[in-house]
C-alpha cells in the first residue's frame, strides 16, 4: 500500500512538472543553416530532457554489445565451476559410500574442471587410497602438505595409509605432526595419547589430558575417569622407586575417584610400610564401605605385618562382621578363618552359600576345610570336582585376559582402563590354587598344631 501510494504521488509530481515545463512564458531562437526555430522555453526543456534519456539508452544498448563476449565467457566459467562443484560433491559422496572407482572418476571430472581446487586433490587422493594405489595417493598427499588449508587433511591421509600399510610408528609420526599444527584436532590427539599409552608414558598422557576441554558433561566425567587412571597407573609405576610419588598420585586418582580401589590399594601400602597402620585402615576401611571390593578386605586384614592368624581374624570381623551377607566378603572372612585353624568358623561363614549353586572359590574353600578339620580327603576331592562346573568367582579381567591385580592398560592392545573385576569363566586356575592351598593347609596344620590351640581359646574368649 505504501508502495503504491508513493508511485501516484511520482507520477503525479512528473506530470506537475511536464506542465510547468510546458508553461513557462518565453521563446528560444535557433537559427542554423538559414533556418529560424522558435519553440516555448518549456517545449525545448522537454525535448533536451528527452534527448538526454535517449542518449542514455543508446549507450547502453551500445555498452552491452560491447561487453556481451565478456559476459558470455564470465557464464561459461561459471557453469564450468558449477559442473566442477557437482562433481566434487558426488566424489565425495561416493567416496563415503564405499564406490571408490566412481569418486575417483569424479574426481578426475573435478580436476579438469577446477584446476586449482585443494578438494579435488583431497578427493583423488581419498580415492587412491581407498583403491590401494597406495604410491599415487602418498604423492597426492605430499601435494597438498604444503597448503595451509589442505595440510591437516593430507596428514590424516597418510596417517590412514601408513595404518593400512601396519607401519605404526609413521603413522604415529603423522599424528604427531598434525597434532603439533592442530592440538584440537581428534584423530591426531586420540592417537599420540593412545600412543603414550601403549609405551607406558602415563605423566606425558596425563599432561596431555589436564588441558583438553570438554563442553558436555559425559566428556567431562570421561575425562575425570581418565586423569583418575593415570595417576593410578603413575603411581603403580613409582610404588617401589618412588613410593612419594605414588601416593601423591594414588591420593590424586582418589580424590577423582573416591572409590577407585587401585589407587586405594597402593596408597594403603605405602601407608602400612611407613608403619601408618591408622591412616591405612582408615583409608581402606572408607573404601570399603563404598563397593564391598574383596582385595580392600584382603589388604586390610594383612595391611600389618608380623600380625598372628588371630589378630587378622579379629581385623576381618572388624572389617565385615561374623557373618557377612555378601559372598565376596564371606570368602575373605573364611579363608582367614581357615588361615587361622578355625575350620568350624569358616565352615559356619560358608554355610548359607553352599546350598545354592557355590562358586569356584566356595568349592576350594570347602575342600581345604574338609581336608584340614578332619582330613576327609574323599570329600576335599569331591568339592573339587564340584568346582570344576561351578560358576567363577569375579577378578580382574581385560580383553578375555585375567588378573590377580589391576593394570593400567590392556596386556592385548595396550587400551587404557580395559580392566574390570568381574566374573569370567575360568576354571583351571582357581582349582590349581586350590589343591595348592590343601597341601599348604596340610603342612602348616602339621607344623603349627601347638600354635593353632592356643590361638582357638583366644578366639573364642574375645
Given at each position: 500500500m505504501i508502495r503504491l501510494i508513493f508511485y501516484i504521488a511520482l507520477s503525479l509530481a512528473i506530470s506537475l512538472g511536464a506542465v510547468w515545463l510546458i508553461s513557462l512564458q518565453g521563446t528560444i531562437t535557433i537559427d542554423y543553416n538559414g533556418y529560424r526555430m522558435q519553440p516555448s522555453l518549456g517545449a525545448s526543456a522537454l525535448a533536451l530532457i528527452v534527448l538526454v534519456i535517449v542518449c542514455i539508452a543508446i549507450w547502453a544498448i551500445?555498452?552491452?554489445?560491447?561487453?556481451?563476449?565478456?559476459?558470455?565467457?564470465?557464464?561459461?566459467?561459471?557453469?564450468?565451476?558449477?559442473?566442477?562443484?557437482?562433481?566434487?560433491?558426488?566424489?565425495?559422496?561416493?567416496?563415503?559410500?564405499?564406490?571408490?572407482?566412481?569418486?575417483?572418476?569424479?574426481?578426475?571430472?573435478?580436476?579438469?574442471?577446477?584446476?586449482?581446487?585443494s578438494a579435488v586433490k583431497l578427493l583423488e587422493a581419498n580415492a587412491d587410497l581407498a583403491l590401494g594405489d597406495l604410491g599415487q595417493a602418498r604423492e597426492n598427499f605430499k601435494q597438498l602438505i604444503s597448503d595451509d588449508k589442505t595440510s591437516l587433511a593430507?596428514?590424516?591421509?597418510?596417517?590412514?595409509?601408513?595404518?593400512?600399510?601396519?607401519?605404526?610408528?609413521?603413522?604415529?609420526?603423522?599424528?604427531?605432526?598434525?597434532?603439533?599444527l592442530s592440538p584440537s584436532s581428534s584423530w591426531a590427539s586420540e592417537a599420540v595419547f593412545d600412543d603414550l599409552i601403549k609405551n607406558s608414558q602415563f605423566e606425558k598422557a596425563l599432561m596431555m589430558i589436564s588441558v583438553k576441554s570438554a563442553k558436555e558433561q559425559s566428556e567431562k566425567q570421561k575425562i575425570r575417569r581418565k586423569k583418575a587412571?593415570?595417576?593410578?597407573?603413575?603411581?603403580?609405576?613409582?610404588?617401589?622407586?618412588?613410593?612419594?610419588?605414588?601416593?601423591?598420585?594414588?591420593?590424586a586418582a582418589l580424590k577423582i575417584?573416591?572409590?577407585?580401589?587401585?589407587?586405594?590399594?597402593?596408597?594403603?601400602?605405602?601407608?602400612?610400610?611407613?608403619?601408618q597402620i591408622r591412616k591405612a585402615s582408615s583409608l581402606l576401611r572408607r573404601v570399603y564401605n563404598i563397593n564391598k571390593h574383596p582385595d580392600i578386605a584382603r589388604l586390610y586384614i594383612n595391611v600389618q605385618s608380623g600380625i598372628s592368624a588371630v589378630d587378622k581374624l579379629k581385623r576381618a570381623y572388624d572389617l565385615m562382621g561374623e557373618n557377612p551377607s555378601e559372598q565376596n566378603a564371606a570368602i575373605v572372612l573364611a579363608q582367614t578363618a581357615i588361615d587361622a585353624f578355625e575350620w568350624s568358623v569358616?565352615?559356619?561363614?560358608?554355610?548359607?552359600?553352599?546350598?545354592?549353586?557355590?562358586?569356584k572359590a566356595i568349592c576350594v574353600l570347602m575342600a581345604?576345610?574338609?581336608?584340614?578339620?578332619?582330613?576327609?580327603?574323599?570329600?576335599?576331592?569331591?568339592?573339587?570336582?564340584?568346582?570344576?562346573?561351578?560358576?567363577?568367582?569375579?577378578?580382574?579381567?581385560?580383553?578375555?585376559?585375567?588378573?590377580?591385580?589391576?593394570?593400567?592398560?590392556?596386556?592385548?592392545?595396550?587400551?587404557?582402563?580395559?580392566?574390570?573385576?568381574?566374573?569370567?569363566?575360568?576354571?583351571?586356575?582357581?582349582?590349581?590354587?586350590?589343591?595348592?592351598?590343601?597341601a599348604k593347609t596340610e603342612k602348616k596344620q602339621g607344623e603349627d598344631k601347638p600354635e593353632q590351640k592356643g590361638e582357638k581359646a583366644i578366639i573364642h574368649s574375645s
Open positions: 551500445i555498452r552491452r554489445i560491447i561487453n556481451a563476449p565478456k559476459k558470455l565467457a564470465k557464464l561459461n566459467e561459471q557453469r564450468r565451476k558449477n559442473a566442477g562443484v557437482q562433481a566434487l560433491s558426488d566424489g565425495f559422496i561416493a567416496l563415503q559410500a564405499g564406490e571408490a572407482t566412481k569418486a575417483r572418476k569424479f574426481a578426475k571430472e573435478a580436476k579438469a574442471r577446477l584446476p586449482q581446487n593430507a596428514l590424516h591421509g597418510l596417517f590412514e595409509q601408513a595404518k593400512t600399510q601396519g607401519r605404526k610408528d609413521v603413522a604415529i609420526s603423522f599424528a604427531q605432526k598434525a597434532f603439533e587412571i593415570l595417576h593410578s597407573a603413575i603411581a603403580s609405576q613409582e610404588e617401589v622407586k618412588n613410593p612419594d610419588i605414588a601416593l601423591l598420585n594414588a591420593q575417584l573416591p572409590d577407585f580401589v587401585p589407587a586405594a590399594l597402593i596408597a594403603a601400602r605405602i601407608l602400612s610400610n611407613r608403619n569358616a565352615r559356619k561363614i560358608l554355610a548359607k552359600f553352599i546350598s545354592k549353586n557355590p562358586s581345604q576345610i574338609e581336608a584340614g578339620q578332619s582330613d576327609n580327603q574323599g570329600k576335599a576331592r569331591e568339592w573339587l570336582s564340584r568346582a570344576l562346573n561351578a560358576p567363577s568367582d569375579p577378578t580382574w579381567v581385560a580383553d578375555g585376559i585375567t588378573s590377580d591385580h589391576w593394570e593400567a592398560i590392556s596386556p592385548l592392545d595396550g587400551r587404557l582402563d580395559a580392566f574390570e573385576f568381574k566374573v569370567v569363566p575360568s576354571n583351571e586356575s582357581i582349582i590349581n590354587d586350590g589343591v595348592l592351598e590343601i
